[in-house]
């Protein structure tokens, strides 16, 4: 298994040097979402169901052909360094970052750990690259501080009841 999961992310990492699209790549955030927004402005290659791992997130970039104007890939971590892993398979141009939840508490063991974790994804986009953060989510702001030159729109809207 170990070697069929090399081989397919050898294979797209030669692949991908060739790439005609934009990759986004989306952390706690729903591909199916992004893809249907994205839809309109032209040709959207995205993960079907939970396609985000070291198996899955090469097959997807492998559906991808030079009609492909944007390609979504949903990053999954399960250990510290995964983001960073499935980042140099296809290079993302465009990071998106919404929350930093707890669901993946039981394997990282705390919340900052996750957003830890998640700041691999800022880090990975090019300074010709875009950031989206959600400033809503105090965690999620803060990975700010994490890219590289960047340019990033941290956006929220603090609505309050009163």
Do not use: C
Not at 109 to 123: D, F, H, M, V, Y
Not at 146 to 160: K, M
């Amino acid at each position: 298994m170990v070697y069929t999961a090399f081989s397919i992310g050898m294979t797209e990492q030669i692949w991908s040097t060739v790439e005609p699209w934009r990759v986004v790549a989306v952390a706690a955030v729903s591909a199916a979402l992004l893809a249907a927004v994205l839809a309109p402005l032209g040709q959207v290659v995205a993960p079907p169901g939970s396609f985000n791992n070291e198996l899955g997130h090469p097959w997807t970039v492998l559906r991808a052909t030079e009609d492909t104007d944007y390609l979504i890939l949903e990053m999954s971590a399960r250990h510290p360094g995964n983001i960073a892993a499935l980042a140099t398979i296809a290079p993302p141009q465009i990071a998106v970052v919404l929350n930093v939840g707890t669901a993946h508490l039981g394997e990282f063991g705390s919340r900052e750990a996750i957003a830890a974790t998640k700041a691999e994804l800022p880090q990975a986009v090019p300074a010709s690259g875009v950031v989206v953060l959600n400033a809503d989510d105090a965690a999620v702001a803060a990975l700010d501080d994490h890219r590289r030159h960047t340019p990033a729109f941290v956006l929220g809207a603090l609505v309050q009841a009163g």
